[in-house]
């Protein structure tokens, strides 16, 4: 991991949660409770009439926290419609449609709910969170810089590297590790299975062991994404280099260490119901076909401007242009993926696209008469971030050394740094005074704890500083991965 990296990632996911009101997030409160719970050693709670739902016992602050409704989905209406928020000392009973979920990432991060009970400690805890998610991010570009031709692998990693990312590791939500360590392992594991066998991996090793052993444990459905990764990484590999890698020990010990988290976190799922949901979603009839419940269930799965960016409780959309754009370049990195002319890599990255829309669709399908129509975008977003990864590898391979590679940084690097701005004032602006409002307005109903403008200014700065940062690391060729030859590989596989 690159500290300059991990500083700069820090920074402009810790700015995402200074803008972002309390609570303004997907499930945050609930989520709050179960962190709060977990680090004062409440693993399991206590079951309620709504099977879906665990009580806790936490600090009064969080249990007392104001309701966020009064502009959850109401995009219109400003933060400054939230009750006023104090300290309470006491411990109360709360509860959480989250509380079955393994207890790892709650344990670190509701380590500041044990030190304070002020109103700050949901920021506390937000940065604790972002912190987490800032070691990923910075490794896996640092692990993408480590391939031979790399311009093409980071390339894809920065489109990998969706807005809705940085938002979501801003505030407490699992998810927002779950995709940052699911990026860092795409890329370092990629750089693993294609590694010379002549040359150390020990870095490689370790993010890779790292990243899928904390990937494994965040979710109900962790395990499932770790799984479709492990393969598409395996296909890339081969059997010949599959056993290169086997006959090295400290693949076996990472392999061994990985085998026992998953197991962990697979039985913690099965015995405490991990996967069960509240019936929350959109309802469907009981007499629907199965073709119109499938129909319905698909808009979960083709739930594309999710992965780009919706933040607040998804009423926050950026603009059309910021999705259009971001998928032209996606379109392009596979356009560029072709000519890499690989069968293989084609092949799985089609399979990955059918993949990232089967998968949601098919788990909102298979519970939608008992829970209604369940399921947001982000739950895909650790397999989707590998394809834009795994597409820039395969472009790569004829084009690293074009004409076109240096412009194609560039440009490519100056879109993702406007979308990640943009995304940031939408979001800043529609909780200062609500949307179809002046975005510059200096009268503004809420503000966060840092004055806008300051706060834009420096997320403008960071964001020009890993510009620069990331174009070093395309630049560097020191410790490069010569990786083999794909094509060979599938030929001697």
Known sequence: MSLVGFVLFFGLI??????????????????????????????????????AKILFQV??????????????????????????????????PATSYVGRYPPLYYLIVGLPSVITSSTSVLLLMRLVSAALSAVFLAAAFVSASQFCRRRW?????????????????GVINPSGLEISSALCLWTSGLGLVLRDKSQPATRLVVWSTLSAAILVQLRGLSPLLLAVIGVSLALVAGRDRLRVIAHRAGARVGLVAVAACSVFSVSWVLFRHGLRVQASGRPVSSDAGSLAVLKAAAHVGLAYTQLIGNFGWLDTPMPRWCYALWALALVALGVAALAGRSIRLSLLLAALVVATVAIPTLLAYSQAHRVGIVGQGRYILPVAVGLP???????????????????????????????????????????????????WTLDAEWEPPLPWLVGLGLFVTLQLLLFAWWLTLSAGEANAVHTVNVREMGRRG
């Open 153 to 169: 692998v980071l390339l894809g990693t920065a489109f990998a590297l969706t807005p809705m990312e940085l938002f979501l590791a």
């Open 59 to 92: 600090p009064g602050t969080l249990a007392r926290a104001p309701n966020p409704g009064c502009f959850a989905f109401r995009p219109t209406v400003a933060a400054s419609c939230l009750a006023h928020w104090t300290a309470d000392d006491s411990t109360s």
């Open 14 to 51: 810790a700015l995402w949660s200074v803008a972002t009101p309390p609570f303004a997030a997907p499930d945050e409160p609930v989520q709050a409770v179960k962190a709060a719970a977990t680090a004062h050693g409440e693993f399991l709670g206590r079951g309620t009439a709504d099977p």
């Open 389 to 439: 990864v795994l597409a820039g590898y395969a472009a790569s391979r004829r084009l690293e050394r074009s004409r076109w590679s240096v412009p194609g940084m560039i440009v490519g690097g100056v879109v993702v740094a406007a979308i990640q701005v943009t995304g940031y004032v939408v979001a800043l602006a529609r909780y200062r005074n609500g949307t179809g409002h002046a975005i």
